[in-house]
């Protein structure tokens, strides 16, 4: 009931959006819950006028922690993080995940036609957090009429398929103790940015899906970083002591960049 009160509530906000359009002196206020979102990423780097074209029609949903929300079975659509942390996913046929991607407020995710091949693939919530989505017929007919926002989802779509070539890159070619690494550092660029002190949430069990192992060799490698004093493992998550040794250690004999 709680999700219906939200999205009924959002539908009438969009609405009143929409009766704005003409009066550009009104506009900018009615696009004040839309701010964390247009910080970075797409909705960032279009103007007033066409990011009112977007929302227009989207639907607004909470999600709270945990939740999974895109799963594959659901029809072509486009999310995009209005505020919170989510985690992009496969699942595995043993019933596995792996982490894709780390999602945060203005980072766009969805499909934008129907899933071939019918991979098992979603989202979830990491912490309370709210998303936009907007059918796919709107999102093509935008494409087809709005060429700035065409090559813009265009320069989108890029930086998802880097990040994600990225991610099966270190999981490919990394070691264990790699993917872990990484894991925290991308969940922590999430987060606000990898610095000393930044505190990192989530437990053994969610980092070894994040990276394809089990709790137990997570473990292992966590206690490993904390002897050598680049983390301090605490209840419900981790912090970070060494950000520099901890990217050397993500990129080391890897050829990536930092």
Same mark, same amino acid.
């Given at each position: 009931?709680?999700?219906?009160?939200?999205?009924?509530?959002?539908?009438?906000?969009?609405?009143?959006?929409?009766?704005?359009?003409?009066?550009?002196?009104?506009?900018?206020?009615?696009?004040?819950?839309?701010?964390?979102?247009?910080?970075?990423?797409?909705?960032?780097?279009?103007?007033?006028?066409?990011?009112?074209?977007?929302?227009?029609?989207?639907?607004?949903?909470?999600?709270?922690?945990?939740?999974?929300?895109?799963?594959?079975?659901?029809?072509?659509?486009?999310?995009?993080?209005?505020?919170?942390?989510?985690?992009?996913?496969?699942?595995?046929?043993?019933?596995?995940? $792996? +982490?894709?991607?780390?999602? @945060? &407020?203005?980072?766009?995710? /969805? =499909?934008? %036609?129907?899933?071939?091949?019918?991979?098992?693939?979603?989202?979830?919530?990491?912490?309370?957090?709210?998303?936009?989505?907007?059918?796919?017929?709107?999102?093509?007919?935008?494409?087809?009429?709005?060429?700035?926002?065409?090559?813009?989802?265009?320069?989108?779509?890029?930086?998802?398929?880097?990040?994600?070539?990225?991610?099966?890159?270190?999981?490919?070619?990394?070691?264990?103790?790699?993917?872990? $690494? +990484?894991?925290?550092?991308? @969940? &922590?660029?999430?987060?606000? /940015? =990898?610095? %000393?002190?930044?505190?990192?949430?989530?437990?053994?069990?969610?980092?070894?899906?994040?990276?394809?192992?089990?709790?137990?060799?997570?473990?292992?490698?966590?206690?490993?970083?904390?002897?050598?004093?680049?983390?301090?493992?605490?209840?419900?998550?981790?912090?970070?002591?060494?950000?520099?040794?901890?990217?050397?250690?993500?990129?080391?004999?890897?050829?990536?960049?930092?």
């Amino acid at each position: 009931m709680a999700q219906s009160s939200t999205v009924l509530r959002s539908t009438i906000e969009l609405r009143d959006l929409h009766e704005s359009a003409h009066n550009p002196q009104t506009l900018a206020p009615q696009l004040e819950w839309l701010r964390e979102a247009r910080g970075r990423g797409l909705l960032s780097r279009l103007p007033d006028e066409l990011v009112m074209a977007v929302v227009t029609v989207g639907q607004r949903v909470q999600y709270p922690p945990g939740t999974l929300a895109l799963r594959w079975d659901e029809s072509p659509k486009t999310g995009i993080v209005l505020r919170g942390t989510l985690r992009a996913f496969i699942a595995l046929p043993d019933g596995g995940q $792996v +982490t894709t991607r780390y999602l @945060r &407020a203005g980072d766009v995710t /969805g =499909v934008f %036609a129907p899933r071939q091949p019918h991979l098992a693939r979603g989202v979830q919530a990491l912490e309370s957090c709210e998303m936009l989505f907007i059918d796919a017929a709107r999102v093509k007919e935008l494409s087809m009429t709005k060429p700035l926002f065409a090559w813009e989802m265009i320069e989108e779509l890029t930086t998802v398929l880097n990040s994600t070539h990225k991610a099966m890159y270190v999981r490919a070619y990394g070691s264990l103790r790699q993917r872990v $690494v +990484t894991a925290i550092l991308d @969940r &922590a660029e999430a987060l606000g /940015g =990898v610095t %000393a002190g930044q505190s990192v949430p989530g437990t053994q069990h969610e980092l070894a899906n994040a990276v394809g192992s089990v709790r137990e060799v997570v473990a292992n490698v966590l206690q490993a970083l904390k002897r050598e004093g680049l983390v301090d493992i605490r209840r419900g998550g981790l912090v970070i002591l060494e950000p520099d040794r901890l990217i050397d250690e993500a990129t080391a004999g890897l050829g990536l960049a930092t």
